[in-house]
């Protein structure tokens, strides 16, 4: 049975605006390496999948970006979605697309935005998902051992230990938990029964397929149709004229939590899902004075807790201030106290009404 890495590449970013735009959402940024972490997401997983069983989930907007920026990538590597539906109907869509040309596949289901390390370790991880997936035919999870008291994150709580392959361990799925509370995550992060929802997948198309058939049986209807047409020249126009149909539902709400065939693997990588950039005083080395910087020609004064990014020709320098972030990226800058963090997505909104939506 072949491997393939479904990786989800779609959404906008907004929370790492104005680094990330629309025609440049945070997959295509370099935050933590030289490379872009949609080519993070896929060199993890080339020992595992062939280039020709690569899916990447992406907006027709994004598509010729990304193969000007990665490549090389050809039609076949790419499942084109019309609008955004959450991850249910972008995942069906992949696996139906796995059933009709090859009748079955593993699918591992990756996020293109997160950091993982080390890489071998992740491997590894995936191997013993994948080992469980297939004898149990079951939908493997993998969930991370907490590093800290997280709010911003999900969590699985285990159950039963159900087996243990070459030193990873599995357990049913007890219940989801929605993000908690501090006082709740810190509990969490002590008691040892639960783990961060990491979003990474592991199962059989089919049995995907048919999980999503009992609990969404309409999208279901409509992958049904779009087996038939997979392939031929009426693919397109399918996805075209179906996709913004389909009512948007997460895997996760639509399918895993109500499922009585999950399974988490616990593993011990480093995880992150650089979700804003507060994610990023956790990844980027941070000088004496708790700042961190990115990009050429930026200086700190009398500064602290600061961080400062630049991609522009010019200097960036903050004299006197502390817990600041500090974004400089072509024709914006953004300068915002690091407690306003989540709320950009409304900072964007009083932008959009201001009549700046060029700058988005």
Avoid: C
């Avoid at 397929?209 to 309409?218: A, C, D, R, T, V």
């Amino acid at each position: 049975m072949d491997n393939f890495a479904v990786i989800l590449a779609g959404g906008r970013g907004e929370r790492f605006w104005p680094a990330s735009r629309f025609k440049r959402p945070k997959q295509l940024l370099k935050l933590i390496s030289n490379k872009t972490m949609l080519e993070e997401t896929i060199s993890r997983v080339e020992t595992l999948v062939s280039q020709d069983n690569i899916i990447i989930l992406t907006g027709e907007h994004l598509k010729e970006l990304i193969i000007s920026e990665i490549g090389p990538l050809e039609e076949r590597n790419f499942l084109i979605e019309p609008v955004g539906r959450n991850t249910a109907p972008a995942i069906g869509f992949a696996a139906a697309r796995i059933i009709a040309s090859h009748g079955d596949g593993i699918m591992f289901v990756l996020s293109s935005d997160h950091l993982i390390r080390p890489v071998a370790t992740f491997i590894e991880a995936l191997e013993a998902a994948k080992a469980t997936a297939e004898e149990n035919d079951i939908l493997m999870l993998i969930g991370i051992e907490p590093s800290r008291p997280e709010t911003s994150y999900g969590y699985i709580e285990i159950g039963d230990e159900t087996s243990r392959t070459n030193g990873f361990t599995a357990f049913n799925v007890e219940s989801f938990k929605e993000k908690p509370n501090h006082l709740t995550a810190q509990e969490y992060y002590l008691d040892n029964k639960h783990l961060w929802n990491s979003g990474i997948f592991v199962w059989r198309a089919t049995r995907i397929f048919e999980e999503i058939g009992k609990y969404l049986p309409e999208l279901h209807s409509v992958l049904m149709r779009y087996i038939e047409v997979v392939g031929t020249p009426s693919e397109r126009a399918f996805l075209d004229s179906e996709f913004e149909k389909l009512v948007p539902i997460s895997i996760d709400y639509g399918v895993l939590e109500k499922s009585d065939r999950v399974g988490v693997l616990r593993a011990k990588f480093t995880w992150d899902d650089v979700g804003d950039y507060g994610a990023l005083e956790r990844i980027l080395p941070k000088n004496y004075d708790g700042n961190v910087s990115s990009g050429e020609d930026t200086l700190a004064v009398d500064t602290y807790e600061t961080t400062i990014l630049n991609d522009s020709e010019g200097a960036v320098i903050a004299f006197g201030v502390s817990d600041l972030v500090i974004v400089r990226e072509s024709d914006v800058v953004l300068v915002l106290h690091k407690t306003r963090i989540p709320q950009i997505r409304e900072l964007l909104e009083k932008v959009k009404n201001e009549g700046m939506e060029k700058y988005l």
